[in-house]
């Protein structure tokens, strides 16, 4: 996005909500981008302790309970990488929606799960099935949802999606795409590998294993399809 915050042309916001954010690198890279806008922070955990711009302001709430903000208060509303995760996707949506002022932008960005393609790495084409076929299970979203969930809000006339396939484990002479990629390779490595799946039921330790013997040592690979979606509410 050459920098930006989103593909949408945000012009003058005052307020910025950043849901789910994480690491807070959006959230301070929009302070920085709008440094006359107030830019508040939200996720379930903690604000990372590190230094950020004096226009950023960080608050730990859950998403499932009600949002301690006014109707339609905020200029930009952005959420990434967290309707995903959650079985009431569409009621934490419709929520989040009431908060974007007339004109204001609603930003989204999240990824589905990975195809993947090998010929010996068992242990890994195992791994993204049970995944898929657990989030299936849940009856969790998709990301390829997220344009028609927009639009059946009602709220937008304008709305705007991006599809992007990320290459991972596959070699490009493009260098940010490469980048981009690698980080997702780790991320994705430390998602299997991490504690938080020990008892979500669909990996057992043996899978978890075979997908550490492998990761490194056999041949595969992988395409992630990223989704961004930017919507204008109707003023």
Do not use: C
């Amino acid at each position: 996005m050459g920098g930006k915050i989103s593909f949408a042309p945000l012009a003058n916001p005052q307020r910025i909500l950043d849901v789910g954010a994480g690491s807070g690198a959006w959230a301070i890279l929009a302070a920085k981008q709008f440094p006359q806008a107030e830019v508040v922070a939200v996720d379930m955990a903690p604000f990372p302790d590190r230094p950020v711009p004096p226009n950023l302001k960080s608050q730990q709430l859950n998403l499932i309970d009600p949002l301690p903000f006014d109707r339609e208060s905020f200029d930009v509303v952005h959420i990434r990488f967290v309707l995903e995760h959650l079985s009431t996707a569409r009621d934490v949506l419709t929520r989040i929606n009431d908060l974007v002022k007339p004109g204001g932008w609603l930003l989204l960005e999240d990824i589905d799960p990975p195809t993947v393609s090998s010929k010996e790495a068992k242990a890994i084409l195992l791994t993204v099935s049970n995944f898929t076929e657990f989030r299936k299970s849940k009856g969790l979203i998709l990301a390829s949802e997220l344009e028609p969930m927009v639009r059946e809000l009602g709220s937008y006339d304008n709305v705007n999606a991006h599809k992007v396939l990320i290459p991972v484990n596959v070699p490009t002479e493009d260098e940010a795409l490469a980048q981009f990629a690698q980080q997702w390779r780790i991320s994705i490595n430390r998602f299997i590998t991490g504690p938080v799946n020990e008892h979500a039921g669909w990996i057992t330790p043996e899978l978890q294993q075979g997908w550490i013997d492998e990761f490194d040592t056999l041949p595969w690979t992988a395409t992630l399809p990223m989704f961004f979606i930017w919507a204008q509410k109707r003023a």
